[in-house]
């Protein structure tokens, strides 16, 4: 049969399944209730909408760190034991400028939290979602506010005496250390300056882009596997072999 008959089948097939089987899950599922939509429907986004009212200080915030937070963050946030470092790695200059220098600085070994974050209410909305992490979900909507709060202050975000609410949280935002770390450029392959979003889908004996691959000196082959046995094994982009050979 050639393709395009194959084609035609399957389209047929699919415009006479619902006739056929009319009837047939019946009584099976139910359309969710406001209750249940409300649960998951928590997203909070960078111009704050999704933010509930509420409100939290940093005094409060250090009292709900310590009793559920810092077993796993550090008191400081900043104990790389269990999770990668929360807080560290930015400076007043950052604060000012809202670009994190030392996420270019080579001598710069750990990239904090806060190093990369460039919206606070990407910070909110995970402790909202997520933490604790033997509890997520658990905290109320002022306890978020109360531990988001805290962390700024170790940053030097906000002050001591900071209260963080729905009312303020558009001034802190103002004073991300990286607010200004984002970029709407992508991860694309560009072809003639423009992105290459017109590739042709290619499942077996597809030719390979040599032009992509980065090549490694070979004093590093072997230090972190043979990449070209690591990459997916179709399409353009392949990894180059880095194994180590006799």
Same mark, same amino acid.
């Given at each position: 049969?050639?393709?395009?008959?194959?084609?035609?089948?399957?389209?047929?097939?699919?415009?006479?399944?619902?006739?056929?089987?009319?009837?047939?899950?019946?009584?099976?599922?139910?359309?969710?209730?406001?209750?249940?939509?409300?649960?998951?429907?928590?997203?909070?986004?960078?111009?704050?909408?999704?933010?509930?009212?509420?409100?939290?200080?940093?005094?409060?915030?250090?009292?709900?760190?310590?009793?559920?937070?810092?077993?796993?963050?550090?008191?400081?946030?900043?104990?790389?034991?269990?999770?990668?470092?929360?807080?560290?790695?930015?400076?007043?200059?950052?604060?000012?400028?809202?670009?994190?220098?030392?996420?270019?600085?080579?001598?710069?070994?750990?990239?904090?939290?806060?190093?990369?974050?460039?919206?606070?209410?990407?910070?909110?909305?995970?402790?909202?979602? #997520?933490?604790?992490? +033997?509890? %997520?979900?658990?905290?109320?909507?002022?306890? @978020?506010?109360?531990? *988001?709060?805290?962390? &700024? !202050?170790?940053?030097?975000?906000?002050?001591?005496?900071?209260?963080?609410?729905?009312?303020?949280?558009?001034?802190?935002?103002?004073?991300?250390?990286?607010?200004?770390?984002?970029?709407?450029?992508?991860?694309?392959?560009?072809?003639?300056?423009?992105?290459?979003?017109?590739?042709? #889908?290619?499942?077996? +004996?597809? %030719?390979?882009?040599?032009?992509?691959?980065? @090549?490694?000196?070979? *004093?590093?082959?072997? &230090? !972190?596997?043979?990449?070209?046995?690591?990459?997916?094994?179709?399409?353009?982009?392949?990894?180059?072999?880095?194994?180590?050979?006799?």
């Amino acid at each position: 049969m050639s393709r395009s008959r194959k084609l035609l089948a399957v389209l047929i097939a699919l415009v006479l399944w619902p006739a056929a089987h009319a009837g047939r899950f019946d009584g099976i599922g139910r359309v969710a209730t406001p209750s249940e939509i409300a649960a998951w429907d928590t997203d909070v986004r960078p111009d704050f909408q999704g933010l509930p009212p509420g409100a939290g200080s940093v005094a409060q915030g250090e009292k709900i760190w310590v009793a559920r937070c810092a077993s796993c963050h550090g008191e400081f946030a900043e104990s790389p034991a269990v999770f990668p470092p929360l807080i560290g790695g930015t400076t007043r200059a950052d604060i000012e400028q809202g670009r994190v220098a030392g996420l270019s600085a080579a001598s710069e070994n750990s990239k904090t939290t806060m190093m990369k974050l460039s919206t606070v209410s990407t910070l909110w909305d995970y402790i909202h979602r #997520a933490m604790p992490f +033997d509890a %997520p979900k658990s905290l109320k909507v002022d306890d @978020v506010y109360a531990v *988001t709060a805290f962390l &700024l !202050n170790l940053a030097d975000i906000v002050p001591a005496d900071f209260t963080l609410s729905d009312k303020t949280i558009a001034g802190v935002q103002a004073r991300m250390p990286n607010r200004r770390g984002n970029t709407t450029e992508h991860g694309m392959l560009r072809v003639d300056g423009k992105p290459d979003v017109l590739s042709k #889908a290619c499942m077996s +004996d597809c %030719p390979v882009n040599f032009g992509s691959m980065v @090549v490694l000196p070979s *004093t590093v082959n072997g &230090l !972190n596997g043979n990449l070209a046995e690591q990459n997916r094994p179709y399409g353009a982009i392949r990894g180059i072999d880095t194994g180590r050979h006799p």
